[in-house]
């Protein structure tokens, strides 16, 4: 895919946030001689897998893109004004990952998981809106300074580590991290059969100006389905982007993209707290998958996808790991694109 100018509108606005992240002390030297929490976090994350990795993305590197189509329910305009919620078909890309840096992790190792999707919502006149979320209802920080630190207590707790080694003593003192760490997260039959969780939370406005609080939930219509230990020990290492195409030649593949609404007394800035099944959720519609992506591989080097990428009916929470992603994704796009 060459840059087209909706992706060069993306870039300005990620250079847009680094810049403020970097310079929003007042202290542009300061800045210079002080890497900001979005560096370093990059920087980690790039150590972690053994990288960097030049042309691949400091997180989520591996992945695979497809495309189709989303249709929104009768229900969705009542939530939002939006542009997509309004009941007219629009085309998606979509892109699926492993988590970490590792571009040629396989998909069944166990730090592949959660995965990851990303839907690029490609709206009439050109713009866009994306939802970037996980295989796992919560996130093991509830601030990008957490998240630095859970990712160099890893870093710091090789073998040679003493005992309790950082990463045993920040997930003791740290439940949501140790939860995430601990969660089964059994690999996925298929890209197909994995549920996705939006875990921050976004303001929906409607027509008539009311709001409420929600966070996707993006559910595989043909089911969620696990590999047992003893499949996933003998998987291919690319088993699910094969997979994918495979299934894709016989038929179209779908989720439902559902909302789950706030209760009073949640608190919609923090993604550690999961909300319960004791909530409102409200179907926004279907997307669905007719094909890869044609020259997929080329085009993800270029495409970039940002969860604060939102359009009128549709604003961030207050949650500061949300409001972190896009410094910590443009650092990381900064280095990639062109490598
Ligand atoms: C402060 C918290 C976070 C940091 C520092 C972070 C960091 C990153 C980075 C550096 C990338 C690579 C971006 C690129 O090169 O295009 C990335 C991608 C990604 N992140 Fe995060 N992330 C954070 C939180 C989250 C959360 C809360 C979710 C989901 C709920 C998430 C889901 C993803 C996904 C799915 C991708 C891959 C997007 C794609 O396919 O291009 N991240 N993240």
Redesign the pocket.
């Known amino acids: 895919m060459s840059r087209s100018p909706v992706l060069c509108r993306h870039a300005l606005a990620l250079a847009a946030t680094v810049g403020w992240l970097a310079t929003s002390t007042g202290h542009a030297a300061e800045a210079a001689a002080t890497p900001s929490v979005?560096e370093q976090?990059?920087d980690t994350?790039e150590k972690l897998a053994g990288g960097p990795h030049a042309g691949f993305?400091?997180?989520?590197a591996k992945?695979v893109l497809a495309k189709g189509s989303f249709v929104a329910s009768a229900d969705a305009r009542t939530l939002s004004k939006a542009a997509h919620f309004q009941g007219t078909a629009v085309p998606v890309i979509v892109?699926f990952?492993n988590t970490t840096g590792v571009p040629n992790l396989p998909d069944a190792h166990p730090n592949a998981s959660p995965h990851?999707?990303?839907i690029r919502f490609q709206l009439p006149g050109g713009t866009s809106t994306d939802i970037?979320?996980?295989s796992y209802d919560g996130?093991p920080a509830a601030t990008?300074e957490d998240?630095l630190g859970l990712l160099n207590a890893i870093a710091a707790s090789g073998p040679d580590a003493k005992k309790p080694t950082p990463v045993e003593s920040f997930l003791g003192s740290h439940p949501a991290a140790k939860a995430f760490a601990t969660a089964p997260k059994p690999a996925p039959v298929s890209y197909a059969t994995l549920p996705f969780?939006?875990?921050?939370a976004f303001k929906f406005t409607n027509a008539a100006g009311a709001s409420v609080y929600t966070r996707y939930r993006i559910v595989p219509v043909a089911g969620d389905q696990r590999l047992s230990d003893a499949d996933s020990a003998k998987a291919a290492p690319n088993y699910l982007a094969d997979e994918l195409a495979a299934r894709l030649a016989k038929g179209p593949v779908s989720y439902a993209i559902w909302v789950q609404i706030a209760n009073s007394g949640d608190d919609v800035n923090d993604?550690t707290k999961v909300w319960d099944n004791q909530h409102r959720e409200v179907a926004l519609g279907t997307v669905t998958l007719d094909a890869l992506l044609p020259d997929g591989a080329k085009a993800e080097k270029t495409l970039?996808?940002n969860p604060l990428l939102l359009v009128d009916g549709i604003a961030p929470s207050a949650d500061p790991?949300l409001l972190?992603?896009p410094g910590?994704?443009g650092?990381?796009?900064g280095r990639?694109v062109g490598k």
Do not use: E, K, Q
């Open positions: 979005a976090t990059v994350l993305r400091a997180n989520h992945g892109r990952s990851g999707i990303a970037v979320s996980i996130f990008p998240f969780f939006g875990v921050n993604p970039f996808f790991i972190a992603r910590a994704y650092v990381s796009v990639r």
